[in-house]
């Protein structure tokens, strides 16, 4: 059982960076591809982020390629995100995931394990 917390959403204006994190207890984390997946009011939950066991890997929505970064740290249990250049359409519930799958899987029906999720608002 792999236990997730995201944390660093808030209120930024159009323009700015945030960096969101997900520290992972409970299981190996090292053996678990790592995922950010968001959620916008009225709208589906859509895959943003992913990145591979080791972090040799990673794929991107073709939304936030170039803006968005996902990385992580083996050694601290912490997926990361970091996001620049936000826009507005960038608002939404930003949820992190983890699977046993080697390389991160872009559907949420592979993801096993859940956080609570933490709110990005950007405004314009």
């Known amino acids: 059982q792999v236990h997730l917390v995201e944390s660093g959403g808030g209120l930024v204006q159009a323009g700015d960076s945030l960096r969101l994190s997900c520290v992972a207890s409970?299981?190996?984390?090292?053996?678990?591809?790592m995922a950010w997946f968001r959620q916008a009011p009225g709208k589906e939950r859509e895959f943003v982020a992913g990145?591979?066991?080791?972090?040799?890997?990673?794929i991107y929505a073709d939304s936030v390629k170039g803006r968005f970064t996902i990385f992580r740290d083996n050694t601290k249990n912490t997926a990361y995100l970091q996001m620049n250049s936000l826009k507005p359409e960038d608002t939404a519930v930003y949820y992190c995931?983890?699977?046993?799958?080697?390389?991160?899987?872009?559907?949420?029906?592979?993801?096993?394990?859940w956080g609570q999720g933490t709110q990005v608002t950007v405004s314009s």
């Open positions: 995931a983890a699977t046993p799958i080697l390389r991160a899987p872009t559907q949420s029906t592979r993801y096993d394990y």
């Open positions: 409970g299981g190996a984390f090292s053996r678990h591809s």
């Open positions: 990145i591979s066991w080791i972090g040799s890997s990673t």
